[in-house]
């Protein structure tokens, strides 16, 4: 289980979060949701390592993370995806699912990428747990596809599949529905219950709370930094608080 505990960031004098506490545990969704400005990505950020707290702490299946950098977390079973798709766009829907096997090939450096994805390729055992997770993420039929021609909805999903590819225990999803219609929304939410039936703990930053509903055991609001309540989610959307700052503005 991940626990952060009272954690706090400041930048300059601006308080992005004041001891805000969660948990994610395996095979949930806990969703983080909180009108813009409320701190999500912040705490996000703070959990994945790009981000340092200015006081709290974040324990990792009972191990001390709190000032471990993000390249080790993700060794410590932790993958994440981002409001804006990280891809290279040139090369194939598989080759950048693949480079998601990086954290589990030693001394894999960066300047080494395209030499490594050559010998990754060759790698039987590498390439069948690539076959089966462009099959599981139903992404076969666009593999050979340059991602950059590639819809916005599939990239997300390649992205869900590339964190999937080092096997995390943890994965950390930023607004992975945004912009997307009901039909990819259902699709995603499809993906995202892949995970915790894989026991994957997930922490879902969403604004759709329609989508959450589908998907998420577990809430915690946030606004202005501060942990506003937290509960499920069919508590959460009847919160009289959470509806002023939060639903009453928003499509759910
Ligand atoms: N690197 C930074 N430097 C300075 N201020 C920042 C930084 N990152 C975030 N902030 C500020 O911290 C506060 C919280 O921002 P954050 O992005 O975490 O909110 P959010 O809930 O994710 O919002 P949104 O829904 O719009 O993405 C905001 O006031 C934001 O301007």
């Known amino acids: 289980m991940i626990t952060a505990t009272d954690i706090s960031v400041r930048f300059g004098g601006l308080r992005a979060l ?3 506490s969660v ?4 095979g949930r969704v ?42 080790r977390r993700a060794r ?19 080759d950048n699912v693949l480079l998601g096997f990086f954290p589990r090939v030693k001394g894999g450096l960066v300047h080494t990428l395209l030499g490594t994805l050559g010998q ?6 590498i390439r069948e747990q690539l076959d089966t997770l462009l099959e ?15 819809p916005l909805w599939q990239l997300r999903i390649m992205e869900i599949a590339r964190c999937m590819a080092a096997r995390p225990q943890y994965v950390f999803l930023d607004e ?3 912009g997307f219609d009901d039909k990819e929304r259902a699709l995603l939410a499809g993906q995202v219950s892949k995970l915790t039936q894989a026991g994957v703990g997930v922490l879902l930053v969403e604004h ?8 998420s055991s577990h809430v915690t609001v946030l606004a202005q930094g501060k942990h506003l309540a937290s509960g499920e989610p069919s508590q959460i959307d009847s919160d009289p608080r959470v509806v002023e700052v939060y639903l009453g503005k928003e499509e759910h």
């Open 18 to 20: 004041e001891d805000v």
């Open 23 to 26: 948990q994610v545990e395996p």
């Open 30 to 71: 806990e969703a983080l949701i909180g009108p813009n400005g409320a701190g999500k990505s912040t705490l996000l950020n703070v959990l994945s390592g790009f981000v340092r707290p200015t006081s709290g702490s974040i324990q990792v299946d009972g191990t001390d993370v709190t000032r471990a950098a993000a390249h």
């Open 76 to 94: 410590s079973g932790i993958a994440r995806s981002f409001q804006t798709p990280r891809y290279v766009p040139h090369l194939s829907v598989a």
């Open 120 to 125: 990754m390729r060759q790698e039987r055992q």
């Open 136 to 150: 599981e993420f139903e992404l076969h039929e666009v593999a050979s596809e340059e991602a950059g021609n590639v």
């Open 176 to 178: 992975p529905a945004a």
């Open 208 to 215: 759709n709370f329609g989508f959450i509903k589908t998907v």
